[in-house]
């Protein structure tokens, strides 16, 4: 991507994660986004479809930079992914009003939980497929790869729920809080190598 495009996209999120935070996602219309990012409507398409898309797009660039390097470094796995878990935590805390709203049950076109399990989804599969995460599970009669993909995605499914959960509770949310309750919920058997 060349520097200007970068420049506009860096802009069209920040204008995105600002607006978002105090106005639902799907009252937002492209018009206000591009003229909060000082460029023009037809910018905006360069980049997503839809406030929805612009807004998922932006919180998906910050998990993935939050992510990156962590778990491609050959040291300690469990550490590395306490620590993209609390980082994921406390990147959910400082957007907490936008994921508020984007995992409600009617949040429609404003949606986050696709997004979010993806992500876990897609962090689940990278450990699995290096090895660094076993599945000590066998299912008679279903392929060994077939197990730990429905593993991956239940968990990743699961983890929404919880900050779900975890961001419905009175007051400011607590990671460490939740740091604590996802270790109560996690399978015994989703250990990690």
Known sequence: MDAR?????????????VLAR??????????????????????FYEHAASPGDL?????????????AGLLDDPGDTDAA????????LEHIRRH?????????????????HGMLSEHFLETSRRLI?????RLPLQVPGVPDDAVADTAARFVA?????????????????????FEDLYRALVPAWWVQG
């Open 81 to 88: 992914v306490r620590e993209v878990t609390r980082r994921v």
């Open 129 to 133: 497929e290096t090895g660094r995460l």
């Open 96 to 112: 907490a009003p936008i994921y508020r709203r984007g995992l409600a049950r009617d949040s429609g076109p404003g949606s986050l």
């Open 22 to 43: 105090e106005t639902p996602v799907a009252d937002l219309t492209i018009t206000q986004l591009a003229e909060a990012a000082g460029v023009h409507r037809s910018t």
């Open 55 to 67: 807004l998922r797009e932006a919180l998906r660039a910050e998990l993935d930079d939050l992510r």
């Open 5 to 17: 495009r970068r420049r506009s996209r860096d802009r069209l999120h920040r204008a995105v994660l």
């Open 157 to 177: 499914q699961g983890t929404v729920g919880a900050i779900q959960g975890w961001l419905d509770l009175p007051g400011e949310p607590e990671v460490a809080m």
